[in-house]
């Protein structure tokens, strides 16, 4: 079974900080997910990565599968960025949506 | 709007109600999961349902009952639940074909038993 950690599991931050969320895992995946949960309760994708850097507005998310490791950067932090952030991995044996393995989140908060 | 419409938002019963938890998609998807979400504890997978056959069922209490009549369309009844079954409760679709398992959410449910 793949154990997902996230780290820092809070923190808060000033509007306009460089914020960096963590997460490794203990198995190798064919790929990492990264949501976004407010605090209404929804959650949606913010990010689906199995190699490499992608990029969405101030949104940056990189993967090193060597080092089952994976990040998710935001830049110029706003308030509206205020969330809780879960990373979720796909393991080989799993495959399809019933093999997620989800972390216990990092909830974000961004003061004015 | 992610495509995975939940009702109701919020529900309060006591331990010896009966309810029902809705989850509709229309996004084409052929599986349906519920999910518990407590305080502290990461998302736990329920059910599935993969083209309305039921493909697992990860050892949840039989007070919570699930249904799936058609693919666009799940159901989580709840029946003599207890106090620790309070939780945000979670609908999710997917395309199976797709094995990057990305997962669409619906806003969830928040349940208080009392």
């Known amino acids: 079974k793949n154990e997902v950690e996230q780290s820092p599991q809070n923190l808060t931050a000033q509007e306009g900080e460089f914020i960096t969320i963590n997460c490794s895992y203990s198995v190798g995946i064919s790929a990492l997910h990264w949501l976004q949960q407010h605090p209404g309760g929804g959650i949606v994708s913010l990010f689906m990565l199995s190699s490499g850097k992608k990029k969405h507005g101030r949104l940056i998310a990189t993967i090193n599968i060597q080092e089952k490791h994976s990040s998710l950067h935001i830049t110029a932090s706003h308030p509206r960025d205020s969330a809780v952030y879960i990373c979720a991995v796909v393991s080989y044996s799993g495959g399809g949506a019933d093999g997620l393995t989800f972390g216990k989140g990092t909830h974000l908060i961004i003061q004015p | 709007e992610t495509g995975v419409t939940q009702t109701p938002r919020h529900l309060v019963m006591g331990m010896t109600n009966k309810k029902s938890l809705k989850c509709e998609q229309h996004l084409g998807h052929n599986a349906m999961y519920w999910y518990k979400q407590s305080a502290k504890k990461p998302l736990e997978l329920m059910f599935v349902?993969?083209?309305?056959?039921?493909?697992e069922n990860n050892s949840v209490p039989s007070r919570f009952s699930p249904e799936c009549p058609n693919s666009s369309h799940l159901f989580l009844h709840l029946h003599t639940l207890q106090p620790e079954d309070s939780a945000l409760y979670l609908c999710a679709s997917s395309d199976i074909w797709t094995i990057t398992g990305e997962l669409f959410f619906g806003e969830g449910s928040r349940l208080t038993v009392l």
């Open positions: 349902y993969n083209f309305k056959e039921q493909t």
